[in-house]
């Protein structure tokens, strides 16, 4: 392919406040051509292309450069953001992923999952009664947070405020980031401190747990660091609580949408943990993860030149009719896998934390809450990037 | 002790070349390759990529 035909490729202006991942638009650039031209860098747009390059040897993971491009220069949020693992790569990357590794392990999971179950069911008793309830305040976020909170052994009290400051420092992903830096920094300052006294805590008194297991780690400095081992914790509170929020919100309404799935789960709850990887497929929060390449190179005939920035579509990727030939959700389905969790070198770390409290969480909603609807305006964020219900009004029948 | 990838549902993520670098690495091709056979020394390595890998593809036997 030449020059020529990169300019005739498809465009999407993927900065417009009204663009969605999931028009027609969309669908039809994925049609007419594996890739799209963007406001920045380039768009993969269909499976095999964006499964090839999550793995491709010359790409690094895209957002590294944040703070700088929105014209933050230092301070704690930019310092953090620099050094944490998603922007590391190379040999930086795998140590700091081989020592965190342990915290994440599945088989931490098996004794978190009857806390997941308490919370869930502790948080249904809090509104089941009422049959109606704002699904994302009652449910998804003191849930999403409170198994953050019992992953760092913090009692469930702790939720609101480790919400609000996730939420404050999460204003630096914003556009309004440079007016909100004060906001951030204080925010990146309490967060700091509260890995450094769950440090403390888990010094003091040793444990196999998820702070426990990154301290241990530490004790080889070498191989950790202790500024590391903060950055860690911070990126594990700041990267699993609105990502797990915002994809149980959309599980919600996807199932609003589709009844008869949601009758078959609570028939069959074994069906949840499969329900989990189904919504991620058709609905996931994180619809696109982001790339630069390092250096010139030529993909599918195309020159990419070091620096181009590159969205991998997960979202139109695994709608993809030529290879999800049956279209609809269906929670039964032998399906391929879907990039709800990216893939390749930065493949979510904390994937089976969330896939063991989302699978919990759907089986007991299924049980309790009876044919959900929507009661009220959905307040949505865009639909591109990080998407998901900001309020999400439903009725229920309390079973 | 024996080391085997189902490679039906390994999707090359490269978290065992992560974990363990002296017994999972990328060939040329991108291919996955690993050494069938590791002595002791190596167990907890090869633990920790069995357990890190995002597939739960890898056997130890
Ligand atoms: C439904 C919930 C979640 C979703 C959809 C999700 C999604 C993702 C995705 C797509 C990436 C890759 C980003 C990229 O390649 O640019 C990622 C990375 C990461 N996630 Fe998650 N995540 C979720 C929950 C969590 C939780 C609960 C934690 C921690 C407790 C977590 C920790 C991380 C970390 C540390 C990374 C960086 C890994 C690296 O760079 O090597 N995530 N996540
Ligand atoms: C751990 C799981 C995370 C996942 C899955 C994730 C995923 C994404 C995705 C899909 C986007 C939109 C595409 C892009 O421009 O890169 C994005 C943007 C961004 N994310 Fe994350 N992210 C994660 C964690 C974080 C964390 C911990 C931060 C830190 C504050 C962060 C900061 C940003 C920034 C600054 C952008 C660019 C915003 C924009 O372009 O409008 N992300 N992230
Ligand atoms: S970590 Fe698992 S899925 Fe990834 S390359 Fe290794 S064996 Fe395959």
Redesign the pocket.
């Known amino acids: 392919m030449t020059q020529e035909t990169l300019a005739e490729a498809p465009y999407l202006d993927v900065a417009a406040p009204t663009f969605s991942i999931r028009s027609q638009a969309v669908l039809d650039a994925r049609e007419a051509s594996w890739y799209a031209r963007t406001n920045y860098g380039i768009a993969v747009l269909r499976y095999d292309d964006v499964m090839k390059l999550?793995r491709h040897p010359k790409l690094r993971?895209?957002?590294y450069r944040w703070p700088e491009l929105s014209d933050v220069h230092g301070g704690l949020f930019a310092r953090w953001w620099g050094a944490m693992?998603?922007s590391?790569e190379g040999e930086t990357?795998s140590r700091l992923?081989r020592m965190?590794n342990p915290a994440?392990s599945p088989k931490l999971i098996t004794e978190l999952r009857p806390k997941f179950q308490a919370l869930a069911n502790k948080l249904i008793d809090g509104f089941a009664a009422k049959g109606e309830c704002d699904f994302i305040a009652e449910f998804t976020e003191p849930y999403a947070t409170g198994?953050?909170c019992d992953?760092l052994g913090l009692p469930f009290e702790t939720w609101r405020e480790l919400a609000d400051i996730a939420a404050e420092m999460g204003l630096a992903l914003g556009v309004t980031f440079k007016q909100d830096l004060a906001t951030v920094e204080a925010a990146t300052a309490r967060l700091l401190k509260y890995a450094e006294d769950l440090v403390a805590l888990k010094r003091a008194n040793p444990s196999d747990d998820f702070v426990g297991m990154l301290v241990q780690a530490n004790a080889d400095k070498s191989q950790l660091s202790d500024q590391e081992l903060l950055d860690?914790i911070v990126?594990?509170i700041f990267?699993?609580i609105d990502?797990?929020r915002?994809?149980l919100g959309l599980a919600m309404a996807t199932f609003i949408e589709h009844p008869e799935q949601w009758a078959l789960l609570a028939e069959q709850p074994d069906l949840a943990r499969a329900a989990v990887e189904e919504v991620?497929r058709v609905r996931?929060?994180?619809t696109w993860?982001?790339r630069e390449a390092t250096e010139d190179f030529t993909y599918n005939d195309l020159p990419i030149k070091a620096g181009t920035t590159i969205h991998l579509f997960?979202q139109s990727a695994t709608s993809d009719p030529a290879v999800f030939p049956e279209p609809g959700f269906d929670i039964t389905a032998e399906r391929k896998p879907h990039?709800?969790?990216?893939?390749?070198?930065?493949?979510?770390?904390?994937?089976f934390?969330?896939r063991g409290?989302?699978t919990e969480a759907l089986k007991l909603l299924a049980q309790r809450l009876k044919n959900p609807r929507f009661n009220g305006e959905v307040k949505w964020l865009a639909d591109s990037g990080n998407t998901g219900a900001i309020t999400l009004p439903i009725a229920f029948d309390p079973a | 002790m024996k080391v085997d990838v189902d490679m039906s549902i390994c999707l090359l993520h490269g978290q065992c070349v992560i974990a363990a670098p002296e017994v999972f690495s990328f060939d040329d091709d991108g291919g996955l390759v690993w050494v069938a056979e590791v002595d002791e020394a190596q167990r907890a390595d090869v633990e920790a990529a069995a357990d890190a890998c995002p597939e739960q593809a890898i056997l130890l036997g």
């Open positions: 999550l993971q895209g957002s693992l998603l590391q990357h992923r965190a994440f198994v953050i992953l860690m990126l594990a990267g699993g990502t797990t915002n994809q991620m996931p929060t994180v993860v982001t997960s990039f709800g969790f990216g893939g390749g070198a930065h493949h979510c770390l904390g994937h934390i969330a409290d989302m």
